[in-house]
């Protein structure tokens, strides 16, 4: 009988990418896969350490997967991995820490599976996580994630991800287009474009510095894959968003009218602090020129706040600078401290209530922008492509432009693209929708 194996993924859409492909090597090794609730005989659980939260999660993961099962042996991999091996590796009932490089061998440092009286580390020094490695998920979602870039080279003041993932590096064209064609081959409808930095696809294509291809010729490239239905760009730094690829979004065949961009702050002085690559001036002109050649584009922002030196005066800048600007959600992070980093060292701690508070006041800002957002979209005719959960006797799905609509179950809609004119908001937040055609058999 095949052993079992179970997956827990912290963090990002890249760590999704990244633990579907860690997956299929156990498929290939002969395991089956369960559900992570389910007895397995080993459990992987792939590690984020953005923010404090998934530090802490981690514990509490563990706890369920000994809850599960008490024999099972437990491997922790990912950036927080990475980045305190030991601190994982002292967790009680994790057995095996694999770093940066080690994770895609994970099934090489499985031998008889028998529990560790203590957590085996296996890391790098980060300056070794050089070499690319390509990912993407298949099965676990309506939508795949493909990973075109991994790790940075930026140097932002607050962010541990260089140290968690190395340096900028790219997988080649020629892989990332067998990739989306595999996924295309396995009617998935929509693939979204993940990786660190994406924006600085084609460095390290080939293993030297320089960039062999840019960003733009990898979404014009992608564009003419057949078969692929929707392409999405999951997140891009404002300075590496061109007004080509704009352009060529607007004009695109397959990709999608949505653009998750990155702030941080609103505030230049606290962006100096940051050392982000742009001031408040280029984001403004971005969503300009999104709006130009889009106007119902849906826009996302990423935002800090309690960062060192974030006076009273700086966080109304961002609130005040956000509630101006014509975007329809927020994603809203607390500043916690990370070990080696810059800001860890700065001066003007802002208190953990203030950040909190700072944090409810931004929230609140999203509820109201991503409502006005929707309410611009009752009556505009959209396309659907519907998910495979039934959530409370209710299908989900989005439209192109990331409004998130629902409808009464039915199993025949999943993973199906249709044509609907928006009609109004639910109580929870949702679109509801009327269908334009007459193809559907509604139950």
């Not at 559900?35 to 981690?58: G, H, L, M, P």
């Not at 009327?434 to 139950?443: G, P, R, S, T």
């Given at each position: 009988?095949?052993?079992?194996?179970?997956?827990?993924?912290l963090?990002?859409?890249?760590?999704?990418?990244?633990?579907?492909t860690?997956?299929?090597?156990?498929?290939?090794?002969g395991?089956?896969?369960v559900?992570?609730?389910?007895?397995?005989?080993?459990?992987?659980?792939?590690t984020?350490?953005?923010?404090?939260?998934a530090?802490?999660?981690?514990?509490?993961?563990?706890?369920?997967?000994?809850?599960?099962?008490?024999?099972?042996?437990?491997?922790?991999v990912?950036?927080?991995a990475?980045?305190?091996?030991?601190?994982?590796?002292?967790?009680?009932?994790?057995?095996?820490?694999?770093?940066a490089?080690?994770?895609?061998?994970?099934?090489?440092?499985?031998?008889?599976?028998?529990?560790?009286?203590?957590?085996?580390?296996?890391?790098?020094?980060i300056?070794?996580a050089?070499?690319?490695?390509?990912?993407?998920?298949?099965g676990?979602?309506?939508?795949?994630?493909?990973?075109?870039?991994?790790?940075?080279?930026?140097k932002?003041?607050?962010?541990?991800i260089?140290?968690?993932?190395?340096?900028?590096?790219?997988d080649?064209?020629?892989?990332?287009?067998?990739n989306?064609?595999?996924i295309?081959?396995?009617n998935?409808?929509?693939?979204v474009?993940t990786?660190?930095?994406?924006?600085d696809?084609?460095?390290?294509?080939?293993?030297?510095k320089?960039h062999?291809?840019?960003?733009?010729?990898?979404?014009?490239?992608?564009?003419k894959?057949?078969?692929?239905e929707r392409?999405?760009?999951s997140?891009?730094?404002?300075?590496?968003?061109?007004?080509?690829?704009?352009?060529?979004?607007?004009?695109s065949r397959?990709?999608?009218?949505?653009?998750?961009?990155?702030l941080?702050?609103?505030?230049n002085?606290?962006?100096?602090?940051?050392?982000?690559?742009?001031?408040?001036?280029?984001?403004?002109?971005r969503?300009?020129?999104?709006?130009?050649?889009?106007?119902?584009?849906?826009?996302g922002?990423?935002?800090?706040?309690?960062f060192?030196?974030?006076?009273?005066?700086?966080?109304?800048?961002?609130?005040h600078?956000?509630?101006?600007?014509?975007?329809?959600?927020?994603?809203?992070?607390?500043?916690?401290?990370?070990?080696?980093t810059?800001?860890?060292?700065?001066?003007?701690v802002?208190p953990?209530?203030?950040?909190?508070?700072?944090s409810?006041?931004?929230?609140?800002?999203?509820?109201k922008k991503?409502r006005?957002?929707?309410?611009?979209q009752?009556?505009?005719?959209?396309t659907?492509?519907?998910?495979?959960e039934?959530?409370?006797?209710?299908?989900?799905?989005?439209?192109e432009?990331?409004v998130k609509v629902?409808?009464?179950?039915?199993?025949?809609l999943?993973?199906?693209?249709?044509?609907?004119?928006?009609?109004?908001?639910?109580?929870?937040?949702?679109m509801?929708?009327e269908?334009?055609?007459?193809?559907?058999?509604?139950?």
């Amino acid at each position: 009988m095949n052993k079992k194996v179970a997956f827990y993924t912290l963090g990002c859409k890249l760590n999704f990418s990244e633990t579907s492909t860690i997956a299929r090597g156990f498929l290939n090794e002969g395991f089956d896969r369960v559900d992570f609730s389910d007895q397995a005989d080993i459990y992987v659980i792939n590690t984020c350490s953005v923010t404090e939260n998934a530090d802490k999660r981690f514990k509490t993961i563990v706890k369920q997967a000994q809850k599960a099962n008490s024999k099972a042996f437990i491997a922790a991999v990912g950036c927080y991995a990475q980045l305190k091996p030991e601190e994982l590796a002292d967790v009680h009932g994790v057995d095996l820490v694999l770093g940066a490089t080690e994770k895609f061998k994970i099934t090489d440092y499985i031998n008889d599976l028998s529990k560790n009286d203590f957590g085996e580390v296996h890391s790098c020094e980060i300056e070794e996580a050089d070499f690319y490695v390509g990912s993407y998920s298949i099965g676990d979602r309506t939508r795949a994630f493909l990973k075109v870039q991994d790790g940075c080279d930026y140097k932002c003041t607050y962010c541990t991800i260089p140290l968690a993932r190395g340096i900028s590096r790219s997988d080649t064209m020629g892989n990332v287009l067998k990739n989306a064609r595999e996924i295309a081959s396995q009617n998935i409808k929509e693939i979204v474009l993940t990786g660190v930095n994406i924006g600085d696809y084609g460095k390290g294509e080939f293993g030297n510095k320089k960039h062999e291809h840019t960003f733009l010729d990898l979404v014009s490239q992608l564009d003419k894959v057949e078969g692929i239905e929707r392409l999405r760009i999951s997140s891009i730094e404002p300075n590496l968003l061109k007004n080509e690829t704009i352009e060529l979004v607007a004009k695109s065949r397959a990709f999608v009218p949505h653009f998750h961009i990155p702030l941080q702050s609103g505030s230049n002085a606290i962006l100096k602090r940051m050392k982000r690559r742009y001031l408040r001036e280029l984001y403004v002109d971005r969503v300009a020129k999104i709006r130009e050649l889009m106007p119902q584009a849906c826009i996302g922002v990423d935002v800090i706040v309690g960062f060192p030196g974030e006076s009273d005066a700086h966080f109304l800048e961002t609130y005040h600078f956000l509630n101006a600007l014509d975007v329809a959600y927020l994603h809203v992070f607390t500043y916690s401290e990370r070990d080696r980093t810059e800001a860890v060292d700065m001066d003007g701690v802002v208190p953990k209530t203030v950040r909190r508070k700072r944090s409810k006041m931004l929230r609140g800002l999203s509820v109201k922008k991503r409502r006005a957002f929707y309410e611009s979209q009752i009556g505009t005719s959209r396309t659907v492509l519907f998910e495979g959960e039934n959530k409370d006797g209710y299908i989900h799905g989005f439209t192109e432009n990331y409004v998130k609509v629902k409808t009464p179950w039915n199993p025949e809609l999943v993973n199906t693209l249709q044509e609907v004119e928006l009609t109004h908001i639910d109580d929870d937040g949702c679109m509801r929708f009327e269908f334009l055609n007459a193809k559907i058999l509604v139950h």
